[in-house]
């Protein structure tokens, strides 16, 4: 099993990045996916998620109408669109697959907003 995530780099505020996330290993249509973060200092954060079939998507209010979570589940990667970059969006990004009582993550991928 594995997720991969890719897309973070550094970033001007008001810049956007589109994270990637490609699965391996498992069903992946059957996984829930989310995005969470986490900056240094703090804890792991949920700021996205969607269902399996991608009719349901939910977000935290910190990045709500800026960030859009989507999939495609015929390439077996789920994706996050950033836009408006703040740097409080500094962290490192983390993939995770969700099924009942089964969680894989990913390693994560660095973002860094900053002038």
């Known amino acids: 099993v594995q997720l991969v995530e890719s897309g973070g780099g550094l970033v001007q505020p008001g810049g956007s990045l589109r994270l990637s996330c490609v699965a391996s290993?498992?069903?992946?249509?059957?996984?829930?996916m989310s995005w969470y973060r986490q900056a240094p200092g703090k804890e792991r954060e949920l700021i996205a998620r969607?269902?399996?079939?991608?009719?349901?998507?939910n977000y935290a209010d910190s990045v709500k109408g800026r960030f859009t979570i989507s999939r495609d589940n015929a390439k077996n990667t789920v994706y996050l669109q950033m836009n408006s970059l703040k740097p409080g969006d500094t962290a490192v990004y983390y993939c995770?697959?969700?099924?009942?009582?089964?969680?894989?993550w990913g390693k994560g991928t660095v973002v860094t907003v900053s002038s």
């Open positions: 290993g498992f069903t992946f249509s059957s996984y829930v």
């Open positions: 995770r697959a969700e099924y009942p009582r089964v969680v894989y």
């Open positions: 969607i269902t399996s079939a991608g009719g349901n998507r």
